[in-house]
């Protein structure tokens, strides 16, 4: 258990709707990161956040939006769904999001029928 | 865009060693080689990480070459359950806007 927490752990839902997934960090971790992975495709970064504010932007679509909160809870909203979001969504954190390991959660698995 | 280079897949017996080579040819002096790996779909897993010296932990251990254009994660005694894909990335020391990009890894096949 690598204290990360992502929730829902599956979700379904049609094309056009808008989904949240959220993400707890270890606690402690004050940067999360976001990561969308389809099938048999690599880890491809999408955004980081520490303590609130965001840090670095990867291929995140504009119909991809995420924020980070006081307690550091994370949430990625997707909206306008598409078949090709359909994807397992992976949330990590790092106690500062410098030179330092990623913790991962367990992640979203997004269908988009 | 990743800055390392692995092969796509490797295979190796039960109870060898696994070498898994990674080609890091631009790193800068003060960017670190992290190892993770990922099981099936499950989260990744972080491994070991290295500058310029030799590391062991009790999951592997990270040879990295003298002028740091490559490395080598060597699994010791592979077994079934170190079946997953391996990626090596390159981080920098003072990261503030890096975005920690993950490449599409070695796919590692333990065989019994």
């Known amino acids: 258990d690598s204290g990360v927490t992502q929730t829902p752990k599956h979700l379904i839902t049609a094309t056009g709707q808008r989904v949240t997934l959220r993400c707890s960090p270890r606690?402690?971790?004050?940067?999360v990161y976001w990561y969308q992975q389809s099938l048999d495709q690599g880890l491809q970064f999408l955004i980081q956040?520490?303590?609130?504010?965001?840090?670095a932007k990867g291929n995140i679509l504009e119909r991809f939006s995420a924020q980070q909160f006081p307690d550091l809870h994370s949430e990625l909203n997707l909206s306008s769904l598409e078949l090709g979001d359909s994807a397992l969504y992976f949330c990590a954190s790092s106690p500062t999001g410098g030179d330092e390991k990623l913790f991962f959660g367990s992640g979203t698995q997004l269908s988009v029928l | 865009d990743a800055k390392t280079t692995q092969p796509p897949s490797m295979d190796c017996a039960e109870g060898r060693a696994a070498n898994l080579p990674c080609n890091h040819s631009t790193i800068s002096g003060n960017e670190y080689v992290y190892w993770y790996r990922q099981i099936h779909s499950q989260g990744p897993q972080y491994i070991i990480h290295?500058?310029?010296n030799n590391e062991t932990n009790e999951m592997a251990s990270l040879i990295i070459t003298e002028d740091r254009k490559s490395s080598t994660l060597i699994l010791p005694h592979a077994t079934l359950r170190d079946t997953a894909v391996y990626y090596c990335?390159?981080?920098?020391?003072?990261?503030?806007?890096?975005?920690?990009?993950f490449g599409t890894g070695t796919r590692l096949k333990v065989l019994a």
């Open positions: 990335i390159v981080i920098p020391s003072t990261s503030g806007t890096y975005k920690y990009i």
């Open positions: 956040y520490y303590n609130g504010e965001e840090r």
């Open positions: 606690s402690g971790d004050l940067s």
């Open positions: 290295g500058l310029k």
